[in-house]
Structure formats: structure tokens, C-alpha cells
């Protein structure tokens, strides 16, 4: 089983940039898929990003499509989620999750804790 933990999350203006990392811990995590997810309060869930096991595919929300970029570097057990032009409604706390199904909300876990990103305008 992967563990995963969420970090680089804070405070930045609207328009700044942040880059977010989940290490993970556990066997053979370089054979996961991994999704980046984010929460705002009273709001559901939402899928943000998703990068293949090899780090050749990827897939974005609408919403953070042109801003966002993930990407992975196994040897270091890690994805990143490189944000870039924010804006305050990207606030959220933002978790990543695993999956070697298909790449449908459902299927994703062994959720990390998430780290807070908040935009200020």
C-alpha cells in the first residue's frame, strides 16, 4: 500500500504561483497513476489533475487548464502540481490519491491529508 503526504500549500496573492509535492511511501509507487484533487469549504470534492504512472499522459480540469502542470519524478518518489496564475477561487485544500483504474474520481485512493492553499485577491 502507498502512503502519501501533501506539502507546499500557503498564502499567495492572486496572480503568484505555488508548487505543490506528494512524496509517497510504500512499494512500487512508480507503477501508480496519481490525481490531484481539491476541497473549498462547503463544496464537494474536485478532480484538479492526473498523471500516468510513466508521467506521459496527463489530464486537466477545465478550470486550471493553461495554469496548472503536473508532473512526476519517480526516482524521488513524488508528483508535482506546479500552479501558476491563481486566482481566489483555486482555495482549497488540495489532496493527491492514487489509481491504476480508470481515471474516474471513485477509483482514486490511499488519500493523502491535503495541505491548504489559499489565494487572497
Known amino acids: 500500500q502507498v502512503q502519501l503526504v501533501e506539502s507546499g500549500g500557503g498564502l499567495v496573492q492572486a496572480g503568484g504561483s505555488l508548487r505543490l509535492s506528494c512524496a509517497a511511501s510504500g512499494r512500487a509507487f512508480s507503477s501508480y497513476d496519481v490525481g490531484w484533487f481539491r476541497q473549498a469549504p462547503g463544496q464537494e470534492r474536485e478532480f484538479v489533475a492526473a498523471?500516468?504512472?510513466?508521467?506521459?499522459?496527463?489530464y486537466y480540469a477545465d478550470s486550471v487548464k493553461g495554469r496548472f502542470s503536473v508532473s512526476r519524478d519517480n526516482s524521488k518518489n513524488t508528483v508535482y502540481l506546479q500552479m501558476s496564475s491563481l486566482k481566489p477561487e483555486d482555495t482549497a485544500v488540495y489532496s493527491c490519491?492514487?489509481?491504476?483504474?480508470?481515471?474516474?474520481?471513485?477509483?482514486?485512493?490511499?488519500w493523502g491529508r491535503g495541505t491548504q492553499v489559499t489565494v487572497s485577491s
Open positions: 490519491a492514487t489509481t491504476k483504474r480508470e481515471w474516474k474520481d471513485s477509483n482514486f485512493d490511499s
Open positions: 498523471i500516468s504512472w510513466s508521467g506521459r499522459v496527463t
